[in-house]
């Protein structure tokens, strides 16, 4: 393996400029990209109107468009960086303080863990890791896309294919980011330890950092909860599960906490910007708000509110 020998302080510039590359990039990606693709669709049209047929002949999302989309959405999130806003200071600010406290208690995580040997926690999360792989991911999107075939719900259909292409680029990018970090895992398998790994020094030839099940597991859990936000149980069990992923790599000694943090965040806006892309609002409970000005009569005018259950 390729192994990058620096400086101490070029290598806290170094993930400091990998991480800046990424995350502003991420998180108004939904945003940004929502509000694109609603004023190409209907561009007159009201957020009443918008919220109820905006998007509508977009709505079967096919697999044959599924490369051509992550190269829009690859594109999309490592060019935006270079376009900042205002807006993407306390994103960053707040990302990058927890972000540098976890790694500065990554070593005592590290080596507490190396230096006990493998409890029941090991073997708990050797298990409950399993929801983070890509075969998971097929099983629960193949579910849900036959689900969605046989109650002829292309809702459903589009929203399993979102959550696959969610994990592609999720696969993409932390990939890209392991590749140029190269921090060993805080174990090798069987929980054990040498040359010091536990230490989690970046650039050292590795590939822990980030998370690459944390971040799969959240870009697809947020695609779920994103798109079916109006059953609270849902995304509450999308993020619970995604969550107990993360919990599982750390048990299984092969992350350290900020791996599964920085992850978990990138994952989550990966997935939001893909569930925002689809040319339709995502299910929320708002929509089922309507308020509408009118006039009356006698003269005057009021306004309407109607909550459809």
């Known amino acids: 393996m390729l192994t990058i020998r620096c400086p101490k302080s070029a290598r806290t510039v170094l993930i400091t400029l990998i991480l800046w590359l990424l995350l502003p990039g991420s998180a108004l990606a939904a945003q940004t990209n929502s509000s694109e693709t609603k004023s190409r669709n209907c561009p007159d049209a009201g957020i009443a109107h918008a919220q109820a ?5 977009n709505e079967a999302y096919r697999l044959k468009s599924l490369p051509r989309d992550v190269l829009r959405d690859q594109k999309f999130l490592w060019l935006r960086p270079f376009r900042p806003h205002r ?10 303080g927890t972000t540098a406290g976890l790694i500065a208690l990554d070593r005592h995580v590290g080596q507490s863990i190396s230096a006990n040997p493998p409890g029941p926690g090991y073997q708990f999360g050797k298990n409950a890791s ?5 075969y998971a991911g097929a099983i629960i999107s193949g579910g849900l896309y036959l689900a969605g075939w046989k109650q002829q719900d292309d809702y459903l259909k589009t929203t399993s294919l979102l959550a696959v292409r969610a994990a592609v680029d999720s696969t993409i990018i932390v990939q ?45 859990a947020t695609v779920i909860a994103e798109r079916y936000g109006d059953r609270p149980w849902v995304p509450a069990m999308a993020y619970s599960l995604a969550g107990l992923v993360g919990a599982a790599r750390i048990a299984e000694r092969q992350h350290f906490p900020s791996d599964v943090f920085v992850g978990a965040v990138l994952g989550f ?14 299910r929320s409970a708002w929509n089922h708000l309507q308020v509408a000005p009118h006039g009356l009569p006698q003269g005057g005018s009021a306004i309407s509110i109607n909550w459809t259950f």
Not at 130 to 134: D, R, S, V, W
Not at 269 to 282: I, Y
């Open 176 to 220: 890209a980011l392991k590749a140029v970090t190269q921090r060993p895992r805080p174990t090798f398998p069987g929980g054990v330890t040498r040359d010091h790994n536990a230490d989690g020094q970046f650039f050292s030839g590795g590939n822990s950092f980030p998370s690459g099940h944390t971040i799969g597991a959240f870009s697809f």
């Open 130 to 134: 399993f929801l983070g792989t890509p």
């Open 269 to 282: 806006l990966v997935g939001r910007h893909v569930a925002h892309s689809a040319g339709r609002n995502p």
């Open 53 to 57: 047929s905006c998007g509508k002949h």
């Open 87 to 96: 807006g993407d200071l306390p994103w960053a600010a707040a990302f990058f």
